[in-house]
Every structure is written in C-alpha cells, then in structure tokens.
C-alpha cells in the first residue's frame, strides 16, 4: 500500500503576522496585518512515508518559518512584489512542484481587505 501514489499538497491557511508593506505614510512607518494562506503542490508521494521521520517528508514548521521571514525580511512598496518574492522562494523548497500563495493585507481600508493570489509550477 506505501508504493500506491496521491498527489500530496501542504495547505497552511490564516498564517497572520505585521509586515512592512505598503506605499502610504502609515505603511512605511509601521508594519501592517497580513494573512497567507499557501499551497504547495508536492507531486505524487506514496500514501505512506517510508517511515514515520519528520525528516523524510517536507516539514511545515520550516514552510511557516520560510513564509514569516520572506514577508518580513525588509518593507516592500507593492503587494505584487511581495507575493512574487514569496512564491519564487518557496518553488526552491525541495520537492515542491507548484505554488499557490494569496496574501492579504487586513487593514489597508475600513470597509474590506485587499488581497492578491499567485499560482505558478504545475497544477
């Protein structure tokens, strides 16, 4: 049963956390609200590991980490940069075949959220 195949994707959903983002006054003298919500397409894996090591498959801990450091490295003017810089860094992550990341900014307007998706690699 371990060798049948199922294409796998890692979800991390309601990831917030303030980040320096935005190209108002306010925005670049203080971080802003963010949520990331994430998918990573990792290809066909057997339905059971080889084992039961963390080191065997692709750790999510390390994906968040990966997500927060990327999105609070340095203050980027645009979301579309933002995004962009996120979705190339985790398409490096070992065995990742496809990205899919939205990013929202939760504060930017009284009256709605602001949010941009990105999908790239194979779907």
């Not at 084992?51 to 980490?65: E, M, N």
């Not at 992550?93 to 194979?122: W, Y």
């Amino acid at each position: 049963m371990s060798k049948t195949p199922g294409t796998q994707i890692l979800t991390l959903t309601g990831l917030r956390f303030d980040a320096n983002l935005g190209i108002l006054e306010h925005e670049k003298t203080a971080p802003q609200p963010i949520q990331v919500d994430a998918e990573l397409n990792l290809g066909p894996q057997p339905l059971l590991p080889r084992d039961d090591d963390i080191g065997h498959v692709l750790d999510y801990r390390k994906v968040r980490k990966i997500i927060i450091d990327e999105c609070t490295a340095e203050h980027v003017n645009l979301l579309e940069s933002l995004i962009g810089k996120l979705a190339y860094r985790l398409m490096q992550l070992p065995g990742v075949v496809g990205v899919r990341v939205k990013i929202a900014k939760l504060e930017i307007f009284d009256d709605c959220e602001v949010a941009i998706r990105v999908e790239t690699g194979q779907w």
